[in-house]
């Protein structure tokens, strides 16, 4: 007996698992390039509403608004990172070039270096090994020709904007997604206290003076 009843409660934990993948396939439609679901937007509300309480679909709903929500504060904070990043690779880059500049020219850099916030000492670069050092990450420090460094600071550059570009696009999707799910959300709400007034109502004009 005790075996049936628990086949029955793990045919039910099933039933609802199948239930709520159903609903997230109803409030979702497609996916952007990088696979974040859009939302759907619920147009008649009384047929969504006929396989589904209005507590389930709204439960769904917040669950996803969530979902966009955290992604949208997670690509601000990656967006920061990139945007900060350019500014050094731009400024590197163009320190490289007048280095590679004045190894063709066969001349030494002469440059101003800081020692402090506000104190500044005068130097010689000389440029005829053809060679930097590039923190790569990781606390690490690797050798690389000009060539080779110019390679590297411009296929990063480009990668980040690229990557900046996409966060745009993503964190634009993810504003207009959250704004339909808000606007589901609140359709369902007011469709349920629609019915309630109706059945509030009805039991009203039912009652026996």
Same mark, same amino acid.
């Given at each position: 007996e005790m075996s049936a009843n628990n086949e029955s409660i793990e045919i039910s934990n099933n039933n609802d698992?199948? $239930?709520?993948?159903?609903?997230? *396939?109803?409030? *979702?439609?497609?996916?952007?390039p990088r696979g974040i679901p859009s939302a759907k937007f619920i147009e008649n509300v009384e047929s969504f509403l006929q396989d589904y309480s209005v507590e389930a679909a709204?439960? =769904?709903?917040? +669950?996803?608004?969530? $979902?966009?929500k955290y992604m949208e504060t997670s690509f601000e904070k990656s967006k920061s990172v990139y945007k900060s990043k350019i500014p050094d690779i731009e400024q590197t880059l163009e320190l490289i070039q007048i280095l590679k500049g004045k190894e063709d020219e066969g001349e030494d850099l002469i440059t101003n270096y800081s020692l402090c916030d506000t104190i500044y =000492? $005068? !130097?010689?670069v000389t440029t005829t090994d053809g060679k930097v050092y590039?923190?790569?990450? !990781?606390? *690490?420090?690797? +050798?690389?020709?000009?060539d080779e460094a110019l390679t590297l600071l411009q296929t990063q550059l480009e990668q980040s904007y690229i990557k900046l570009n996409e966060l745009d696009e993503d964190l634009f999707f993810l504003r207009g997604n959250s704004i339909t799910v808000e606007v /589901?959300? =609140?359709?369902?709400? /007011?469709?349920?206290?629609?019915?309630?007034?109706?059945? +509030?109502?009805? /039991?009203?004009? /039912?009652?026996?003076i």
């Open positions: 698992k199948l $239930k709520n993948v159903n609903l997230i *396939t109803l409030i *979702t439609e497609g996916k952007n709204l439960g =769904a709903l917040n +669950e996803l608004y969530s $979902k966009y =000492a $005068k !130097a010689k590039l923190w790569i990450g !990781a606390n *690490t420090m690797v +050798e690389f020709s000009y /589901n959300m =609140a359709r369902l709400f /007011n469709h349920n206290i629609k019915i309630k007034k109706l059945r +509030e109502g009805s /039991n009203s004009n /039912n009652v026996v």
